[in-house]
């Protein structure tokens, strides 16, 4: 398998993060069972200027994962039911991040956290092998076409933050027969 992104990959904006992680692996050990799946669908939260980031409201106890060092888990818990999974992104202090929204046999980000077994446990904690949960890039795969869209869910950031188009999702390659 190929190696764990480190922190220089995070280390970026979002909005490059979430558009680079499309075609990528979220990796999950759970046990001695090992579960491989091709990130599909992100979306970017580019800030504290950004109202739909959590980060608009301030830093919190909520969002202080967000203000650490890049490559860490954001996993927060909404409508008391659904663990969200994102990935911090930026240098530390700079509250960004990136919800994996969707892998490539799950979609929906509370159904993916679900299926893979991820809590508010790995809240504040870095994605790598030490820690059960990690994303890798394998540069032998042939890179997914991505369509921007903007985010789901976010109309209360207001006119111009909810239709930023933030939301990566690849789509599959339209084959044509030969006439």
């Given at each position: 398998?190929a190696?764990?992104?480190?922190?220089?990959?995070?280390?970026r904006?979002?909005?490059?993060?979430?558009?680079?992680?499309?075609?990528?692996?979220?990796?999950?050990?759970?046990g001695?069972?090992?579960?491989?799946?091709?990130?599909?669908?992100t979306?970017?939260?580019?800030?504290?200027?950004?109202?739909?980031?959590h980060?608009?409201r301030?830093r919190t106890?909520?969002?202080e994962?967000?203000?650490?060092?890049?490559?860490?888990?954001?996993?927060?818990?909404?409508?008391?039911?659904?663990?969200m999974?994102?990935?911090v992104t930026?240098?530390?202090?700079?509250?960004?991040?990136?919800?994996?929204?969707?892998?490539?046999?799950?979609?929906?980000p509370?159904?993916?956290?679900?299926?893979?077994?991820?809590t508010?446990?790995?809240?504040?904690?870095?994605?790598?092998?030490?820690?059960?949960?990690?994303?890798?890039?394998?540069d032998?795969?042939?890179?997914?076409?991505?369509v921007r869209?903007k985010?789901?869910?976010v109309?209360?950031?207001?006119?111009?933050?909810s239709?930023?188009?933030?939301?990566?999702?690849?789509?599959?390659?339209?084959h044509?027969?030969?006439?």
């Amino acid at each position: 398998m190929a190696r764990p992104l480190g922190e220089s990959f995070f280390e970026r904006g979002a909005e490059t993060v979430a558009r680079d992680l499309i075609g990528c692996y979220l990796v999950r050990k759970r046990g001695q069972k090992l579960f491989k799946h091709r990130i599909t669908e992100t979306e970017a939260y580019t800030g504290p200027h950004d109202l739909a980031c959590h980060a608009a409201r301030g830093r919190t106890m909520r969002t202080e994962p967000m203000f650490g060092p890049a490559g860490t888990l954001y996993v927060y818990l909404v409508y008391g039911m659904h663990w969200m999974l994102n990935v911090v992104t930026e240098p530390v202090n700079y509250p960004a991040a990136v919800l994996i929204r969707s892998v490539d046999t799950i979609t929906g980000p509370g159904r993916l956290t679900k299926t893979l077994g991820i809590t508010g446990a790995l809240n504040n904690r870095a994605a790598a092998v030490r820690n059960g949960i990690w994303f890798v890039k394998d540069d032998h795969l042939d890179p997914l076409q991505v369509v921007r869209t903007k985010r789901i869910g976010v109309e209360y950031a207001g006119p111009i933050w909810s239709p930023k188009p933030y939301r990566f999702i690849s789509i599959a390659h339209r084959h044509t027969r030969p006439s």
